[in-house]
């Protein structure tokens, strides 16, 4: 007995000494997080189809690309997100790390033209610089479980004017009057998940025999028991398969992997495609969108929480450090302003059905999972959620490179059981500007027809990518949230006050309405309006500052703010600049101090104070910078410089 208790003893200190070594020899390893892509092959071919796209004069070569009106309609560029992915990548070699993982939305809609696209840069840079890259699916990657018919009526054309290009005629239908003819390629279906896997399989979706361990939610070996040639077996799509809905089953790429000695990268597949029993599609069942993400994993994808509890288990037993990663967030991703941003824009706007169930995070940090990495929503954010029985879940939101603030996450594993986080912007791109005079020919021909919402040219005076994005952003807020997110009352108010009038005006104590304040203030307010502005001048003269130092607060500007925060949180505040951000300030403040103004009684009040309650839980939301996980007690240590 005494000798069995000793050989117990001597496994023990095995294991702990296996589990300490892992760690150790993990100490520096680095690990890149590219999300939300959205690659557009622009120089791609079309592969039966005679069609080339437009001559760009700046290079003399054919391109396929978007026009600027739709990528500014849209939240993703279509365009210069191929330049920002190749400067990325570029990066990323420089800093010599050897392991990118892609969490999703890395195509423009899982068409094969664009896949293909991927699949030969991410060779290259393979093959260049050794790197190994582990992909998951995104909502846009495939967008359906099964090949669809498909395509863009937004391609610039000839002459400035959209181009049509479908992979069926009979599955485009369009309001334009468009003067080319259409062009059919079965490049531009949407390919579902067969198509996907059969061009980006070597980039984790199936084994590998540099790999030390690889699996799926449906294999039936261990760690122990694990063999390349097993894997491969199992690795087949047939079986990898799930009941979505009694009598539907869809694929499930999720999987394990352990590219080096004890890091364990888990890659999930967060897509749930529901069938609509009463919709077809030429004669095939639709399938909802998977945009939702892990809302509907916890009602039609419920092997997944019981695989990842089994891999979480597994990973604390054997020493392994443990990164998930899919597309979809588990975390609240609005740094906890979900509920007021329901109250002033309304259920339908903001994204707001993306947001994850707060039982997403209470299920997955209950079985154990400690650290996630998401994209799918264009921000850089961090959520962290504790749980009743204490414990921890973070999400890290990677920033896409397809909007502000572009850019990308670094994994460093340190020895001590935590994990340093760091966010890298991609300012400088090298040829973002390359379609410009293609955008300028559109420009001119938009102008001509007289379009009712131009987008501004200035953006095409940008000097680098960042400068680009932010305009993207300006004119994203202008033509399309503007228009049809913002309730009429304040959006009317913002968009017709200057700063100086925004400070005078959080200043008056009346318990008349914004409106009615703003409308006739030479008359009926005339006295309260003098009397505001007086304080407002002796208060700033304690501050150092004017109201001539509220210019640059004006209503618009304010908004564009608003949804820089949103975008980019840390990284944006140098954008916005400290000066502005305690002008911001001070009008938040005097408003909140004014409770005179009876904010029940006028809707525009109301607005305003949701507005304002919004914008500073943007301000205080968890780091989202440069940041220390600690596993143990899922405490966040920030280690942003503060100027």
Not at 538 to 563: A, R
Request: net charge negative.
């Amino acid at each position: 007995m005494n000798r069995f208790f000793f050989y117990i003893f001597l496994s023990l200190i095995g294991f702990f000494t296996q589990s300490k070594a892992q760690s150790s020899d993990l100490d520096g390893l680095k690990i890149a997080f590219l999300a939300d892509i959205h690659l557009q092959d622009l120089y791609g071919s079309l592969s039966d189809s005679e069609y080339k796209g437009v001559l760009n004069p700046k290079n003399n070569n054919y391109t396929l690309l978007r026009t600027m009106d739709a990528q500014l309609h849209s939240t993703r560029i279509f365009n210069e997100n191929y330049f920002a992915f190749l400067a990325a990548l570029d990066d990323i070699a420089k800093r010599g790390i050897k392991y990118i993982a892609l969490p999703g939305d890395y195509s423009d809609d899982g068409q094969a033209i664009h896949i293909r696209g991927l699949q030969r840069i991410l060779q290259q840079y393979r093959q260049r610089y050794g790197m190994q890259f582990f992909i998951t699916t995104g909502n846009h990657d495939p967008v359906g479980p099964y090949k669809l018919d498909a395509g863009k009526d937004d391609f610039l054309g000839e002459g400035g004017t959209r181009q049509a290009i479908f992979s069926k005629k009979d599955s485009y239908h369009t309001e334009h009057n468009l003067e080319l003819p259409l062009v059919i390629s079965q490049d531009l279906a949407e390919m579902g998940y067969l198509g996907i896997i059969d061009h980006l399989n070597e980039f984790g979706f199936l084994p590998n025999k540099n790999y030390l361990y690889w699996e799926t939610p449906f294999s039936n070996y261990s760690p122990e028991s694990y063999s390349y040639e097993q894997a491969i077996k199992e690795a087949a799509m047939k079986d990898r398969m799930y009941d979505v809905a009694p009598g539907f089953a869809v694929p499930d790429v999720s999987y394990l992997v352990e590219p080096v000695n004890g890091l364990w990268l888990l890659a999930i597949d967060g897509n749930v495609y529901i069938p609509q029993k009463n919709k077809k599609t030429n004669g095939e069942i639709k399938y909802a969108g998977a945009s939702l993400g892990y809302n509907n994993v916890l009602t039609h994808k419920t092997h997944l929480v019981t695989w990842v509890n089994k891999i979480v288990k597994e990973a604390k037993a054997k020493g392994k450090v443990l990164i998930s990663f899919s597309h979809y967030p588990m975390i609240d991703f609005n740094d906890d302003a979900s509920p007021e941003i329901k109250e002033f824009m309304g259920q339908d706007k903001w994204q707001l059905a993306r947001i994850p169930n707060e039982r997403v995070a209470e299920t997955f940090a209950d079985i154990g999972l400690q650290v996630h990495v998401a994209g799918h929503m264009h921000i850089n954010d961090t959520g962290v959620r504790t749980t009743k029985k204490g414990n921890t879940l973070v999400n890290i939101q990677t920033p896409s490179l397809a909007a502000y603030i572009p850019g990308y996450k670094v994994f460093t594993v340190r020895s001590n059981n935590k994990i340093e986080v760091e966010t890298i912007e991609v300012n400088d791109v090298p040829r973002f500007d390359e379609l410009f005079e293609l955008y300028e020919m559109e420009y001119e021909l938009l102008r001509k027809q007289k379009t009712k919402e131009l987008w501004d040219k200035r953006i095409l005076e940008t000097k680098n990518y960042r400068e680009f994005t932010t305009w993207h952003l300006k004119e994203l807020v202008r033509l399309r949230f503007l228009p049809n997110d913002w309730p009429d009352g304040i959006k009317n108010v913002l968009l017709d006050i200057s700063g100086e009038e925004l400070a005078i005006l959080s200043n008056i104590e009346s318990d008349a309405s914004f409106d009615s304040i703003l409308k006739h203030k030479n008359d009926n307010f005339r006295q309260q309006w003098e009397t505001a502005k007086s304080k407002v001048e002796k208060e700033l003269i304690d501050k150092h500052l004017s109201l001539q130092d509220f210019n640059d607060c004006s209503g618009f500007n304010l908004i564009v703010d608003f949804y820089k925060l949103h975008s980019a949180d840390v990284l944006a505040l140098e954008d916005i600049g400290k000066e502005r951000l305690d002008r911001y300030r001070y009008i938040f403040e005097s408003f909140s101090r004014n409770r005179s103004i009876n904010a029940n009684k006028h809707l525009i009040q109301q607005q305003f104070s949701l507005f304002f309650a919004i914008f500073n839980k943007f301000l205080h939301g968890a780091p989202a910078g440069h940041f220390l996980i600690d596993l143990k007690s899922g405490a966040i240590e920030d280690l942003t410089v503060k100027h």
